[in-house]
T-cell receptor, first 108, second 113 residues
Framework: AQRVTQPEKLLSVFKGAPVELKCNYSYSGSPELFWYVQYSRQRLQLLLR??SRESIKGFTADLNKGETSFHLKKPFAQEEDSAMYYC??????????FGTGTQLKVEL | DVKVTQSSRYLVKRTGEKVFLECVQD?????MFWYRQDPGLGLRLIYFSYDVKMKEKGDIPEGYSVSREKKERFSLILESASTNQTSMYLCASSSGGYTGELFFGEGSRLTVL
């Protein structure tokens, strides 16, 4: 069975501070990992996927197969980063398993 | 721009009522999904469909059924609503080719009294 764990329900940081949202996964094969984001009163949307190895809105995430982690990082938090973040996994195809989510609050 | 539209944003129903949640997508996507979103539990997959008239159970199908008679429409049915089905329901769609990108609707908040 595949599982995604996000240990923090709420992460509060000050503007300009580094951000790290933790994600650990359990999957026996080669997973594909994603981060989704939901801003206040907006739809849930894809933020980034590990296979693209891209930086989106200053966020990056590296897949660490040894630690089975896919943490989301940003060096300097901005107020507009406040949102709910979900880590998600698939073993192939489009059926995604989501984590429980982390609410990021960036304080001024 | 992909558009996934859920017909009802807010519904209030009574225990035992039959509830229909409708979802329509306009991008000719093969795959459609129903999730429920609960605080502290995240998103949990109820049912999904890879093709017209095709459906597969997700992780929490009990108490739900679905219908996909047309490619663009995917309906979630609660045969006899119960209070523990009070939740935010999210519909999503994706293309047939593997991308891992789901396009979500705005959600339907269902309250069962």
């Amino acid at each position: 069975a595949q599982r995604v764990t996000q240990p923090e329900k709420l992460l509060s940081v000050f503007k300009g501070a580094p951000v790290e949202l933790k994600c650990n996964y359990s999957y026996s094969g080669s997973p594909e990992l994603f981060w989704y984001v939901q801003y206040s009163r907006q739809r849930l949307q894809l933020l980034l996927r590990h296979i693209s190895r891209e930086s989106i809105k200053g966020f990056t995430a590296d897949l660490n197969k040894g630690e089975t982690s896919f943490h989301l990082k940003k060096p300097f938090a901005q107020e507009e980063d406040s949102a709910m973040y979900y880590c998600a996994l698939t073993g192939g195809g489009n059926k995604l398993t989501f984590g429980t989510g982390t609410q990021l609050k960036v304080e001024l | 721009d992909v558009k996934v539209t859920q017909s009802s944003r807010y519904l209030v129903k009574r225990t035992g009522e039959k509830v229909f949640l409708e979802c329509v997508q306009d991008m000719d996507h093969e795959n459609m999904f129903w999730y429920r979103q609960d605080p502290g539990l995240g998103l949990r997959l109820i049912y999904f469909s890879y093709d017209v008239k095709m459906k597969e159970k997700g992780d929490i199908p009990e108490g739900y059924s679905v219908s996909r008679e047309k490619k663009e429409r995917f309906s979630l049915i609660l045969e006899s609503a119960s209070t523990n089905q009070t939740s935010m329901y999210l519909c999503a769609s994706s293309s047939g080719g593997y991308t891992g990108e789901l396009f979500f609707g705005e959600g339907s908040r269902l309250t069962v009294l």
